[in-house]
């Protein structure tokens, strides 16, 4: 297994503080977000340098009822081999629900949403994982996803299911201990639990990131500072096996660089820790009641394994049917009844349909309206002249109309039909605002370019305001 060291996601943001940040020794790209053909400047100086890059996907959505889009995972291919990476990782979690495989209208989440703990959902994923393992040209890794809310019914526990998904299709894990402590908040899981079921030689790296705490839920938000029970967490792994990379993600909120530098500092003294702890007199066997998270990180399971040992390869061949191993085909109905599940909580959290039976509304509520945030803020970010047109009425106008109209096809199409649908209802009801904003929408939504005049006039009219 290729060891990485340490490494910080990689942000426009904070491209030219990466650059500079001593003791980076790879780092980690929103793949949705580099074009094989125009990588940035940024990465293509660390490349030069020597420093890993890894795409870390988004949107395959391999948690879902439907089989991987082949055209996603070309892209995903195509940054893998464009960026020389080693790996590529992708989410353990379904991001779309609906259409032809339940007659329903296809629905976006935008978000990474959890999948049920069950043998259909275990079935399909295992498939989708096998198809996106032929079609990419390097080893796959799939991380643990943080989750609001809980599937009723479930047949597994969190490690139990990450467990059978290595043993069945030999990928690798991408194991994030922050969101080990989101799900033990919000969902009461007990991270000494999982992690004392991973197949620890399937780890591929490990993430560290913020977030916070509101009326007892959660929030990963990638834009807060790393606290204590996550580092503890990380502690407790690294008492039983050496990672073989740590990452720290930021998405937003960016602090200043010397605050990034301590936080890496942080999670490589709990590193530091967890192995000190390994070599002075090995772990605690996993049958004794783990300390709680909040408290020092005291070591769980058995005996940890030298760092210097032999390695699974992750992302290798399943076992073959027959010989100890398990069938990776979805048995015929799962994917139909993964399918209709997944839509009507999708439905209930974008569409306003009612919550399924057996999930808590209340957590469903917190949900949605974080679904519907996250929805406002990214379309501002794809599409930052909308909020400059509406000002302070932007968000506001964008709940309202997020209540009403799902999104079916990604944040700049959002961002489209959003506007369209304010032009059509009258509004802004300054005349001015409304001629700036349908300059805008047709410069971007014309069945073809127009002329360079009109789009030079509007970029005009919106500096004026």
């Not at 870390?56 to 070309?74: K, M, N, Q, Y």
């Not at 978000?111 to 040209?137: F, G, K």
């Not at 050496?242 to 602090?255: H, I, S």
């Not at 994917?335 to 997944?342: F, K, W």
């Amino acid at each position: 297994m290729r060891r990485l060291g340490t490494g910080i996601g990689w942000r426009p943001e904070i491209a030219d503080a990466v650059e500079r940040m001593p003791g980076i020794d790879w780092v980690e790209v929103v793949a949705e977000n580099v074009c094989p053909g125009h990588l940035p400047d940024s990465l293509l100086a660390l490349r030069e340098r020597g420093v890993t890059v890894i795409p870390h996907g988004v949107s395959l959505g391999l948690g879902g009822a439907d089989r991987p889009d082949e055209g996603r995972l070309r892209a995903l291919a195509e940054r893998a081999e464009a960026l020389g990476a080693p790996l590529v990782t992708e989410h353990i979690a379904f991001v779309r629900a609906g259409g032809a495989l339940t007659a329903s209208p296809h629905l976006e989440a935008g978000h990474l949403l959890p999948v049920p703990r069950t043998r259909d959902a275990l079935d399909v994923l295992c498939e989708n994982v096998r198809i996106a393992q032929d079609a990419l040209p390097v080893p796959l890794a799939l991380e643990n996803i943080a989750a609001l809310f809980s599937w009723p019914g479930e047949e597994m526990t969190e490690g139990q299911f990450l467990a059978e998904l290595v043993e069945r299709t030999g990928v690798g894990l991408l194991i994030d201990v922050a969101n080990l402590h989101t799900n033990h908040v919000n969902r009461g899981e007990d991270p000494a639990e999982a992690l004392a079921a991973l197949p620890l030689e399937a780890i591929a790296y490990v993430h560290v990131a913020g977030g916070f705490e509101r009326d007892g839920v959660w929030h990963d938000s990638h834009a807060h500072p790393v606290p204590r029970p996550v580092l503890d967490i990380l502690t407790r792994l690294a008492s039983r096996v050496a990672p073989p990379g740590v990452l720290l993600e930021r998405d937003e909120n960016f602090p200043e660089p010397t605050e990034l530098e301590r936080e890496l500092e942080a999670i490589r003294g709990a590193v530091a820790a967890g192995r000190a702890t390994a070599l002075v007199g090995g772990a605690k066997p996993a049958g004794g009641a783990a300390k709680p998270i909040g408290g020092p990180a005291k070591p769980i399971g058995g005996p940890a394994k030298p760092a210097s040992g032999p390695a699974k390869p992750i992302g290798g061949p399943a076992k073959p049917v027959g010989d100890g191993g398990v069938a990776v085909l979805a048995p015929p109905g799962a994917r139909q009844r993964l399918g209709v599940a997944q839509a009507a909580v999708l439905s209930s959290l974008v569409a306003g349909t009612p919550v399924p039976e057996g999930f808590d509304r209340v957590r469903m509520g917190v949900q949605a309206r974080a679904l519907a945030a996250k929805r406002a803020d990214v379309v501002a970010k794809v599409a930052p002249e909308l909020p400059v047109l509406l000002g302070e009425g932007y968000r506001g106008t964008f709940l309202e109309y997020a209540r009403v109209r799902p999104m079916s096809g990604g944040y700049r199409r959002d961002a489209l039909d959003f506007a369209e649908h304010l032009l059509k209802v009258g509004r802004p009801e300054d005349a001015r605002v409304r001629r700036q904003l349908r300059e805008w929408w047709l410069d971007r939504a014309g069945p073809a370019p127009r002329p360079p005049g009109l789009a030079a006039r509007a970029k005009v009219l919106l500096q004026r305001r």
